[in-house]
């Protein structure tokens, strides 16, 4: 059993660290892009790791990023948008072509009950220690990691 669960717990962290992180781009008014979502996902995820908050290096690994990014689509959490010329200019001044943005498509209360579910499932007592680990991500992630207010 120790075994099954050493294969599933890295898939269950880097669930938990991308519903996260998703929420924690609800409250910016940028438009990201699917790739540099899941860029920052990962840096997300191996910083936490350096932190010791999540115990598995390959909850960092792309494809399981990518897996549970995937999943959450599929589920209606996130979706993509095209902007208009006048939107991409507006945000950087450039323009991106057509490549779609990541639009969260849900409330905040049902992310947050997405991310007490699959807390549920996590073998670190970090995430189950704390009150609402969603708001201290917001607030560690807009503090410790400047970039994120930048998105």
């Known amino acids: ?10 898939f269950i962290d880097c669930y938990w660290l991308a519903i996260v992180f998703l929420f924690s781009i609800k409250d910016t008014n940028q438009y990201i892009t699917e790739s540099k ?3 920052n ?26 897996h549970a990014y995937k999943t959450f689509m599929d589920w209606g959490i996130v979706g993509l948008d095209t902007l ?6 507006a945000d950087d001044g450039i323009g991106r072509g057509n490549e ?41 992630m807009l503090v410790d990691y400047p970039f994120l207010a930048r998105l």
Do not use: G
């Open 41 to 66: 996902i990962q840096w997300f995820a191996e910083s936490m790791y350096e932190e010791r908050v999540i115990d598995h290096y390959e909850s960092a690994s792309l494809d399981t990023i990518k």
């Open 37 to 39: 979502v899941l860029q």
């Open 100 to 140: 779609p943005v990541v639009r969260l498509k849900v409330s905040e209360e049902q992310i947050k009950q997405v991310e007490d579910h699959i807390s549920k499932f996590q073998k670190n007592a970090f995430a189950k220690s704390v009150n609402s680990p969603i708001d201290l991500a917001r607030r560690s």
């Open 84 to 89: 208009d010329e006048r939107q991409q200019l």
């Open 1 to 10: 059993l120790s075994f099954l669960c050493s294969l599933l717990w890295p």
